[in-house]
Structure formats: C-alpha cells, structure tokens
DNA sequence: CCCTGATTCGC
DNA sequence: GCGAATCAGG
C-alpha cells in the first residue's frame, strides 16, 4: 500500500480528530500504526493542534512565523536528551487542550427521549444504580471511541450507546479493564447490583 | 499486559 | 519517502 492522496487525506482527517495511530491504520489498512505514525511526522503534523477548523477561512494552516533563516533555533540535542530544558513559556494559562471545540459533530443533546416499542440495549435504566456511577458513565462517553461492531476487539469496550435502529448507535470502545467486557466506567454499572437478592443463601 | 506516540535508521 | 524496530511512557 502507498500513501495516495486520499489515504493521506484520510490520515490527516483521522489524526485531527483525534484518533489514534493504530485506529487510523486499521481504517486505512494494510499499514501499521507505526506507518502512520512515521507518515505523520513526515507531513508535520505529528502536533494535534494541526486540526486547522477554520472551514472558510484558513490557507495557511502553518501559523509558524517564519521569519526567513534560522527555522531550526535548537537542531538537536547532542545527546539523546528528553528534554533537558523545559522552558514552556507559557504567557498566558497552560493551553491545554484547549484549541476550541468546532464539534465537527453537531450531535446538539443525546436524546434520552426514544421511541418506546422497541427495546433498548442494556442501557442502564433507571434502576438502582448509584447516581455516580451513571454519571461516570455519561461522562465517560464523551470520551468514547465510538467504535462500530467490526471495529471492537478483544480489548475494546463492547457497551453500546444508542439506538441500533439509529445512525448514532456505536460502542464505548474504551479500553476494556482487564478481562473485562467493558471500561471500567461501564464495569461499574454493567455489573448490577443484585443488592437486594441475599434472601437466596443457601 | 495493554496501549500511546516518538525516534532511529536501513532500505 | 517509507516503516519496522525500538524507545519512552501511561
């Protein structure tokens, strides 16, 4: 496999978004996550912020004030230091992960409201289970890969999110807690209570 | 152990 | 330019 044009386009969609190296060679396919990796820091954007939303606007997505000359202030470090200065000087506040949030995904709220009839996933209903814990899991899910079926392994989150019958419908995907089917968010609230099952000792 | 990205270096 | 091997870390 080569890198074509729309592989390359692909690779950088993906990257920009936030996906991982190794997810982003499985889209692609017949590449490794090293291949990726490598083939990011050759286009330059090994840093995420590269996502340049600016969808109208935007033709130099290189904000790098180049002045002439001198485009490499340090060269490299004679040894093979990690860092060995950490001048971050940081002006205002520690940008992390900042660069604003264009929500490429305009999903306005998760509609709790589905249409009743059909039934629903393993979703944690309204049971028992600790609020914190449907908090965890709510929260969790914003930070879930959003994995089709085929995309799951063996150490992927397998808790689905949504409707089936819905274009939104995906699995956590999260890393799974050892042995586990699911994330440790979803652990916690997959593993049911049963608290008020004890009567059957036996 | 699983995963992440970063770097090196022979090709 | 490419990417496997390796490294460094979570």
Same mark, same amino acid.
């Given at each position: 496999m080569s890198w074509t044009d729309e592989r390359v386009e692909m690779l950088k969609k993906m990257w920009s978004e936030g996906q991982s190296a190794s997810q982003i060679a499985k889209e692609l396919g017949g590449v490794t996550r090293n291949a990726v990796i490598g083939k990011v820091h050759r286009l330059g954007l090994s840093n995420r912020a590269g996502a340049a939303p600016a969808p109208a606007a935007a033709a130099a997505p290189a904000p790098e004030p180049k002045p002439k000359a001198e485009a490499k202030p340090a060269k490299e470090q004679p040894r093979p230091m990690r860092e060995a200065t950490p001048p971050p000087a940081a002006p205002a506040a520690a940008p992390e992960e900042v660069a604003n949030d264009p929500d490429p995904a305009p999903q306005p709220l998760r509609k709790q409201i589905i249409p009743a009839g059909q039934p629903l996933p @393993?979703? @944690? %209903?309204?049971?028992?289970? %600790?609020p914190e814990a449907l908090a965890k899991v709510s929260a969790i899910e914003k930070k879930? #890969?959003? =994995?089709t079926l085929m995309e799951l392994t063996e150490r992927t989150c397998k808790w689905p999110v949504g409707? @089936?019958?819905? /274009?939104d419908f995906w699995f956590c995907? =999260?890393?799974?807690?050892?042995? #586990? /089917?699911?994330c440790e968010a979803h652990v916690g609230v997959a593993f049911q209570p049963m608290s008020s099952r004890r009567d059957r000792r036996r």
């Open positions: @393993p979703q @944690p %209903s309204a049971n028992e289970i %600790s879930a #890969k959003r =994995l409707d @089936p019958a819905t /274009p995907g =999260l890393p799974v807690q050892q042995g #586990k /089917p699911y």
